[in-house]
C-alpha cells in the first residue's frame, strides 16, 4: 500500500511571496489533516477534511492560508503571504474516515518551509 | 479536548525495556487511547491504541490503568531505532469531535547503547 505523499519536500522563500504544498492521501482514505510543525513542538492541526468537505478549520490562519481538497482526494495548502513565523514542517495525514473504528492516520514525510 | 501529561524526555539503555508513562485524568469513557511516535526528520507514525483492556502488538505494549487515568507505553527491548518522540494522544470514538488527533509535546526517548 503506497503511503501519504507530500511534495515538494524542502522550500525556501522570502517573506511576503506565496508557495503551495501538495498532498496525495492514501488511496481511499476519507480523512484528511494539515498540521504544522513548529521547530520543538507538537503538530498542531491546521484543517481537517471529510472527502471534499471541511470538518474544521478552527486553527488555520484564514487571512493568508487556505486549503482544498477537490473531489475528495488529492489536496494543496497555500500560504500568501508568509511570513517568517509560517517556518514550519507541513505534514498532511490521512485515515478511512469519521465513524470508523480503524482511525489510524498514517502521515507522510512533510514539508520543511523556511521564510527568510 | 481532554488532556495528556507525559515527561519531557526520558533515557533508556539498548536493549532494555523502557515504560513511557502518559497521565489523562480527565478522559472520557468514550476516549481511545492512542500513541504515535515521530522519528527524526519523520512524520508521527501509529504506535498502538487501547481503550480499557492492555493490548500488545508487534510493536509494542500498552497498559491501562483501571480507572484509565494513565497508561503506560512499554517497548520491551529499546533498540536505538526506537530513538523518537512518543506521543499520547486521547482520541473519541465515535468521531464526534474534529479535532480528534491533538498532539501535545510529547516524551523524547533517548536510547544508550
Known amino acids: 500500500e503506497a503511503g501519504v505523499a507530500q511534495s515538494p519536500r524542502y522550500k525556501i522563500i522570502e517573506k511576503r511571496q506565496s508557495v503551495a504544498f501538495w498532498c496525495n492521501p492514501i488511496?481511499?482514505?476519507?480523512?484528511l489533516y494539515w498540521y504544522q510543525q513548529i521547530l520543538g513542538q507538537g503538530p498542531k492541526l491546521l484543517i481537517q477534511f471529510q472527502n471534499n468537505g471541511v470538518v474544521d478549520d478552527s486553527q488555520l490562519p484564514k487571512d493568508r492560508f487556505s486549503a482544498e481538497r477537490l473531489k475528495g482526494v488529492d489536496s494543496t495548502l497555500k500560504i500568501q503571504p508568509a511570513k517568517l513565523e509560517d517556518s514550519a514542517v507541513y505534514l498532511c495525514?490521512?485515515?478511512?474516515?469519521?465513524?470508523?473504528?480503524?482511525?489510524?492516520?498514517?502521515f507522510g514525510q512533510g514539508t520543511r518551509l523556511t521564510v527568510v | 479536548d481532554a488532556k495528556t501529561t507525559q515527561p519531557n524526555s526520558m533515557e533508556s539503555n539498548e536493549e532494555e525495556p523502557v515504560h513511557l508513562p502518559c497521565n489523562h485524568s480527565t478522559i472520557s469513557g468514550t476516549d481511545y487511547i492512542h500513541w504515535y511516535r515521530q522519528l527524526p526528520s519523520q512524520g508521527p507514525e501509529y504506535v498502538i491504541h487501547g481503550l480499557t483492556s492492555n493490548v500488545n502488538n508487534r510493536m509494542a505494549s500498552l497498559a491501562i490503568a483501571e480507572d484509565r487515568k494513565s497508561s503506560t507505553l512499554i517497548l520491551h527491548r529499546a533498540t536505538l531505532r526506537d530513538a523518537a518522540v512518543y506521543y499520547c494522544i486521547l482520541r473519541p470514538y465515535p468521531s464526534g469531535s474534529a479535532r480528534q488527533l491533538t498532539f501535545g509535546s510529547g516524551t523524547q526517548l533517548t536510547v544508550l547503547p
Open positions: 495525514a490521512s485515515s478511512r474516515g469519521k465513524g470508523t473504528l480503524n482511525t489510524e492516520a498514517f
Open positions: 488511496s481511499g482514505h476519507a480523512t
